[in-house]
């Protein structure tokens, strides 16, 4: 009978040979799914035969490029361990820069008590910010009801559906529930001609609602720079996830809408990620 020794190394290769990195990680994660537990490279427990056709149809999946997280139903962002699913972006370590943006530019001042999350599908963004600011309650919004349906399950799951509420509809049905102090949204920002260059994982895997965004990857910050004029708080933050280059232009649309850039963030592989923006102080219209 094959132990786990056996099937982690197995499947380790398949996937190597596949020209997926990372393969032993994965390898483990899957397994651990399949037998509900965490496994070690050493153990040498036998695996019966369903979970072993089991295992290695989830590694069949994986050598197909699906993401281990849409595999799994899960995935880890910030302190939190969150269901995904093909309606909802793959919650990535590049997007915990948002987060930190947002804790370094709260830092010294009063926090959020208000916070919003535009685009939110997992509700990542959101639910994260939430477990830092204590006291603060949070909408998010989003206009795929399945994805909306998700992001209450995470809610829930987290502890945190007491001082949250998941909507869909579009951002700028939001204008009727006041400001905010602090404002979170990773936008679609793919240019549309990019999409079928990206990874099989993104690209297949992940809703392209989600990820284009007109022919300059722009649209989706045009969109939201009038929300953000409208629903921000005189002393609040707006943090923005970026794609790759996008800071100069983003900006300028930001501050066409009456907005200030207050710092950019990048993430862990030196790219910048993230745009900080409060109301231009020396603009007639600021609240």
Known sequence: MTGIREALKAA???????????????????????????????????????????????????????????????????????????????????????????????????????????????????????????????????RSPAAAEVARRNAGATGLAGRVEIRCQDWDEIAEDGRFELILSNPPYIAEAEVPTLAEEVRDHDPIGALAAGPDGLDAYRALAPVLACVLAADGLAVLELGIGQGDAVAAIMVGAGLAEVARKADLAGIERTLVLKWNDTRSGTP
Do not use: M, N, Q
């Not at 695996?47 to 050598?63: E, F, Q, T």
């Not at 530019?105 to 204590?134: H, K, M, N, V, Y």
């Open 12 to 142: 380790a290769a398949d996937l190597s040979r596949a020209g997926i990195e990372g393969g032993r990680l994965d390898a483990r994660l899957l397994l651990g799914h399949v037998l509900g537990r965490e496994v070690w490279p050493h153990e040498e427990v036998p695996l019966d035969d369903a979970a072993l056709a089991r295992y290695r149809s989830l590694v069949a999946r994986r050598i197909a490029r699906e993401p281990v997280s849409k595999i799994i139903g899960r995935r880890s962002f910030w302190t939190l361990d969150l269901a995904v699913t093909s309606d909802t972006l793959d919650p990535r370590p590049d997007s915990e820069t948002v987060i930190e943006a947002a804790l370094d530019s709260f830092r010294g001042r009063a926090p959020p008590r208000r916070i919003l999350d535009l685009g939110t599908g997992t509700g990542c963004l959101l639910l994260a910010a939430l477990s830092e600011f204590p006291d603060a309650t949070g909408i998010g919004i989003d």
